[in-house]
């Protein structure tokens, strides 16, 4: 069956170092992958969009880089903020058909420490 | 544009009650969607419209959850009867299939739904 995995436990960083999220999947084959964040009693809110033919993308502080041998996508956030501190979901979207309709992973919380 | 709106933020309700969540997309998206988020399930699809044609359901639990979009600016999520484990937060969402499609959803601050 098809399944996005995040990471369940909370990843804890300390003030402007590099936090690494880690998406892997199985059974799929995405023709995109998207990263959004979500704030606790907030919906999510789109961030980055990579296409299956890309390898790197980038939004000023933030890096998303897609492997489809893997089947994983890392998103890092750079020089971090406690700004930063929320849960943070990636989303596949399947390369069959016409209509692009993603799929959630559970998501991984981010705690930025100062 | 004021985002998706959703109605209400919050209700509580007893067993058995009939509940409605109600939704207004953005203005000139074509695509809506129905989101049931829980700590155990994630966010899950219940049932997307597109052009206020229902596309797929097949993530409607049950027949107790009933859907509908009238017109392009209004869609409500019906269940009938309610029950506790149908306690989650409900999200509506839309997005455009103008231009590049990135299939980008615009999600509302979802209905935290509590069942007694």
Known sequence: SQKIEQNSEALNIQEGKTATLTCNYTNYSPAYLQWYRQDPGRGPVFLLLIRENEKEKRKERLKVTFDTTLKQSLFHITASQPADSATYLCALAPSSGGSYIPTFGRGTSLIVHP | ?116
């Open chain 2, 1 to 116: 544009d004021a985002g998706v709106i959703q109605s209400p933020r919050h209700e509580v309700t007893e067993m058995g009650q009939e509940v409605t969540l109600r939704c207004k997309p953005i203005s000139g998206h074509d695509y809506l969607f129905w989101y049931r988020q829980t700590m155990m399930r994630g966010l899950e699809l219940l049932i997307y419209f597109n052009n206020n044609v229902p596309i797929d359901d097949s993530g409607m639990p049950e027949d107790r959850f009933s859907a509908k979009m009238p017109n392009a600016s209004f869609s409500t999520l019906k269940i009938q009867p309610s029950e506790p484990r149908d306690s989650a937060v409900y999200f509506c969402a839309s997005s455009s299939s103008g231009g590049t499609n990135t299939g980008e959803l615009f999600f509302g601050e979802g209905s935290r739904l509590t069942v007694l």
